[in-house]
């Protein structure tokens, strides 16, 4: 089978930092995906990791150990407009590459 | 340059009743995936279309259909509506290309009553 862990909630003030992990058993690994979701919203393509090591976007940054079946993603000098949920969604050769999604991880950005 | 499309937006029908979403897709993309989001969860893999044709499928029954159209647009159908598909239904796109992220739609809310 496929899982995907998250935590379901993540609390912090404006211009701290955050990680969010995510945790995921699959056997057709292939890559993972951060996605941004605002109440209402679409969600919105954050960071894609495909190999180990850590990528970089402006404030957020991606995270990938694939021995570890570990990523996380990395918010900096968090603003009040980051409050969001955030899905990690592993891409699984079991499904013909498509994205499966984890449970999301609220967080919620207070002054 | 037009995102991904979905209408209706919202839409309230009885059990046992059949539902069909639409979706055009961002400009370029010919690929198209359908999610079903149940609130305070995570997107849940319905199917993806590619050429006109079903290429995967997640774990949904029969009563979950598609079409896609030459012109990459796509139709998501439910027959014998449940209570429990009340949902958000979010529309995808991406084109072929080994990295290329989904782009979702703002979704359909569906609500059986």
């Known amino acids: 089978g496929q899982s995907l862990e998250q935590p379901s909630e993540v609390t912090a003030v404006e211009g701290a930092i955050v990680q969010i992990n995510c945790t995921y058993q699959?056997?057709?690994?292939?890559?993972l995906s951060w996605y941004q979701q605002h109440d209402g919203g679409a969600p919105t393509f954050l960071s894609y990791?495909?190999?180990?090591g850590l990528e970089e976007t402006g404030r957020f940054s991606s995270f990938l150990s694939r021995s570890d079946s570990y990523g996380y993603l990395l918010l900096q000098e968090l603003q009040m407009k980051d409050s969001a949920s955030y899905f990690c969604a592993v891409r699984d050769t079991n499904y013909g590459q498509n994205f499966v999604f984890g449970p999301g991880t609220r967080l919620s950005v207070l002054p | 340059d037009a995102g991904v499309t979905q209408s209706p937006t919202h839409l309230i029908k009885t059990r046992g009743q059949q539902v069909t979403l639409r979706c055009s897709p961002k400009s370029g993309h010919d690929t198209v995936s359908w999610y079903q989001q149940a609130l305070g969860q995570g997107p849940q893999f319905i199917f993806q279309y590619y050429e006109e044709e079903e290429r995967q499928r997640g774990n949904f029954p029969d009563r979950f259909s598609g079409h896609q159209f030459p012109n990459y647009s796509s139709e998501l159908n439910v027959n014998a509506l449940l209570l429990g598909d009340s949902a958000l239904y979010l529309c995808?796109?991406?084109?072929?290309?080994?990295?290329?992220?989904?782009?979702f739609g703002n979704g359909t809310r569906l609500t059986v009553t």
């Open positions: 990791n495909a190999l180990d």
């Open positions: 699959t056997s057709g690994f292939y890559g």
């Open positions: 995808a796109s991406r084109n072929r290309g080994v990295n290329s992220p989904l782009h």
